[in-house]
């Protein structure tokens, strides 16, 4: 494989987006020509290397629905002047118009699931057309077992499971030293992330512990009624939610605990990067097993069922009162980084894709 293409949403921030820079910067390490394509005309948040190009189908910040031809028109007339081995499509959003727009061009397009298939995408429209789509497309990356175990035996037989890639030059040293009384947390501010789940077990947390805050990065059209449940629990001054951080892990490395309360994921990034922080985390054990295959509950985290208010309450005050406890699931959990590692997983992603390319 010599020429790659990478069609995704946009590069505004997210797991996703980091593990498109992350194989970026692997795949142009060793020689391969990367080209990027986006829907959307957003800057990439994460730094891309200086080798590959980043090509914006529009300049718009999202994508309505009446400008997706015109747009995924413009994927085609690029695939076919670029002629790529290969297209990798990512997220779930782009991959139904990226098979669909690019079936007759000779290029093979493989598409990566990047959450719970149940769920995503959102659109219950979109999630039919895949099921019509998906057949023409050439290959399949999924995150779990459990996620390619949702579609048909065909794509099953066609697919692949493969981690994230973890750049650990991009992961501070473990934190030694007393911890900063902070429960963090970091994601999209919507729905699926559940941080009203948080706020309400840290509000309650925070009774018989006010020495804490809790502090949520990340931006989303929940912030502001994430804030008003915040004040109507009482605990609107030791909650903040500071937007997007270009240097997240630097600024949760010395927090007590870090907290995913999601109501389903894919494999999260920002878990998988806590815990090679060394952090101690707490994680709801969400449908198709992307956190479980990351954490053994009282192993090298705390698991919790989704929704779990109460048990969320506990685990955070287990953290918060038991040194021992929580030294030692940070050190374990500090161990995903040989998993992860970007070069190993990198090369499992490029394997795959050459196969599928050599065709």
């Not at 997007?244 to 927090?255: A, G, V």
């Not at 494999?267 to 054990?285: F, K, Q, R, Y």
Request: with cysteine.
């Amino acid at each position: 494989m010599k020429k790659l293409m990478i069609v995704t949403h946009k590069m505004s921030g997210g797991g996703c987006e980091r593990v498109i820079a992350q194989l970026l910067t692997c795949f142009a390490h060793d020689g391969i020509e990367c080209k990027l394509v986006t829907e959307c005309g957003v800057p990439s948040f994460y730094d891309l290397p200086e080798a590959v190009e980043q090509i914006y189908l529009t300049f718009d910040s999202a994508l309505p629905v009446s400008k997706i031809p015109k747009a995924y028109k413009k994927l085609r007339k690029l695939v076919k002047q670029e002629k790529p081995d290969l297209v990798l499509a990512l997220p779930e959003k782009v991959n139904v118009w990226t098979v669909l727009f690019l079936l007759g061009t000779g290029v093979p397009v493989v598409v990566s699931e990047r959450n719970d298939p149940h769920r995503h995408p959102e659109s219950k429209i979109k999630r039919l057309l895949r099921r019509v789509v998906y057949p023409f497309a050439s290959g399949f990356i999924f995150q779990t077992q459990d996620a390619a175990a949702y579609f048909p035996r065909s794509i099953q037989k066609r697919g692949v499971v493969l981690d994230n890639p973890l750049d650990g030059s991009r992961i501070p040293a473990r934190y030694k030293g007393e911890r900063r009384r902070v429960v963090a947390a970091a994601g999209r501010l919507h729905e699926q992330k559940n941080f009203d789940l948080l706020i309400r077990a840290f509000a309650r947390f925070y009774k018989a512990h006010h020495e804490y805050s809790l502090v949520i990065y990340g931006e989303g059209p929940e912030k502001e009624r994430l804030m008003t449940t915040a004040s109507r629990l009482g605990v609107a001054g030791a909650v903040e939610l500071p937007g997007q951080s270009k240097t997240l892990l630097e600024d949760i490395n010395d927090c007590a605990m870090f907290v995913l309360s999601s109501d389903y994921e894919g494999m999260p990034n920002v878990l998988i990067e806590a815990m090679a922080c060394g952090l101690s985390c707490i994680a709801t054990n969400c449908p198709i097993g992307g956190v479980r295959s990351l954490m053994t509950d009282g192993e090298n985290g705390l698991l919790i069922p989704v929704g779990g208010e109460r048990a969320l309450v506990y685990a955070m005050t287990s953290l918060a009162e038991d040194a021992a406890l929580a030294e030692r699931l940070g050190r374990n959990a500090a161990q995903i980084r040989q998993r992860m590692d970007e070069t190993q997983v990198a090369a499992k992603w490029r394997q795959y894709l050459e196969t599928i390319s050599d065709r």
